[in-house]
């Protein structure tokens, strides 16, 4: 069974600019999840999406966006780059999120803004 | 805001030894979650926590919930070079909760 893939693995982008991250589910996993993880904060939650609704977002500025598709692939875009945006964004499926469904993470897309 | 407290924030050790790591909070959370992850990867999860006062073992990973259930704790017996990564608590708040907290996490190194 294939793992939670996201791409590109690495990026790097310049302040102003936009970028958009995919993360593909583990297959029947309807639950994806975003976090950014930086050495300061550590893991913060940006949102999670089911059946294409997003059910929770966390405290981030609107520069951050997602959404789900109905095939439950979703993709993250943040806009007007800033040089904090810098980290690893990683993805987590689940089958329906919440406390009795376990999180699959992703290998991450490693975010580099100059 | 329900935060996470991990203590140590950083574990040097020889191998065969013992260690625990702390993860503590001022709010009550529904479950506590551990997760390993090592360099280039995410995180993956070791073990889900529920009730207050549970004990769960891995192998060599012991796993305790707090009786109040806004702590928890991971002990490791005999610590192997393998062990050696960032080891995360994360909690929901809520039974209804799709958000989960993390703690900054302990980052172990085990040295052969």
């Known amino acids: 069974k294939a793992g939670v893939t996201q791409t590109p693995r690495y990026l790097i982008k310049t302040r102003g600019q936009q970028v958009t991250l995919s993360c593909s589910p583990i297959s029947g996993h309807r639950s994806v999840s975003w976090y950014q993880q930086t050495p300061g904060q550590g893991l913060q939650f940006l949102f999670e999406?089911?059946?294409?609704?997003?059910?929770n977002k966390g405290n981030f500025p609107g520069r951050f966006s997602g959404r789900q598709f109905s095939n439950s692939r979703s993709e993250m875009n943040v806009s007007t780059l800033e040089l904090g945006d810098s980290a690893l964004y990683l993805c987590?499926?689940?089958?329906?999120?919440?406390?009795?469904?376990?999180?699959?993470f992703g290998n991450g897309t490693r975010l580099t803004v100059t | 805001t329900q935060l996470l407290e991990q203590s140590p924030q950083f574990l040097s050790i020889q191998e065969g030894e013992n260690l625990t790591v702390y993860c503590n909070s001022s709010?009550?959370?529904?479950?506590l979650q551990w997760y390993r992850q090592e360099p280039g990867e995410g995180p993956v999860l070791l073990v889900t926590?529920?009730?207050?006062?549970e004990v769960k073992k891995l192998k060599r990973l012991t796993f305790q919930f707090g009786d109040a259930r806004k702590d928890s704790s991971l002990h490791i017996t005999a610590a192997q070079p393998g062990d050696t990564g960032l080891y995360l608590c994360?909690?929901?708040?809520?039974?209804?909760?799709?958000?989960?907290?993390f703690g900054k996490g302990t980052k172990l190194s085990v040295i052969p």
């Open positions: 987590a499926s689940s089958l329906e999120g919440g406390i009795n469904s376990p999180l699959h």
């Open positions: 999406y089911f059946s294409e609704t997003q059910r």
């Open positions: 926590v529920v009730t207050g006062g």
């Open positions: 709010s009550v959370f529904s479950s």
């Open positions: 994360a909690g929901y708040s809520g039974a209804g909760s799709y958000q989960l907290t």
